[in-house]
């Protein structure tokens, strides 16, 4: 088995950044791809941002250019620097990993079998 541990959520001021991080352990096996997802109050998950094992990277429409994923795979942990953050940014963040590998970072929710208990990240003045 293969436990995902989310830090880094917090308060915030529009405007402002936070980096999220997720580090995987377990059971394993270096991690494979690894993704973060958000859910607001009342609207479904959506994609954030994902990384594959060997650093190609895919972003939620919404979020391309004020957020970056990255990872470090020595220390199973992936990160996901968030800037310029306004309140519908709003969620509860999730992280997703998986130990399979796949030739394109755009990895759907099911391909996912291991997720984070979820870190709160509020924007508000």
């Known amino acids: 088995q293969v436990q995902l541990v989310e830090s880094g959520g917090g308060l915030v001021q529009p405007g402002g950044s936070l980096q999220l991080s997720c580090t995987a352990s377990?059971?394993?096996?270096?991690?494979?791809?690894m993704g973060w997802y958000r859910q607001a109050p009342g609207k479904q998950r959506e994609l954030v941002a994902q990384?594959?094992?060997?650093?190609?990277?895919d972003y939620g429409d919404y979020v391309k250019g004020r957020f970056t994923i990255s990872r470090d795979n020595a220390k199973n942990t992936a990160y996901l620097h968030m800037n310029n953050l306004t309140p519908e940014d709003t969620a509860v963040y999730y992280c997703?990993?998986?130990?399979?590998?796949?030739?394109?970072?755009?990895?759907?929710?099911?391909?996912?079998?291991?997720w984070g208990q979820g870190t709160q990240v509020t924007v508000s003045s």
């Open positions: 997703a990993g998986t130990t399979r590998r796949f030739p394109s970072p755009r990895l759907r929710p099911s391909h996912y079998p291991y």
């Open positions: 377990g059971s394993t096996v270096s991690i494979g791809h």
């Open positions: 990384i594959s094992s060997g650093g190609l990277t």
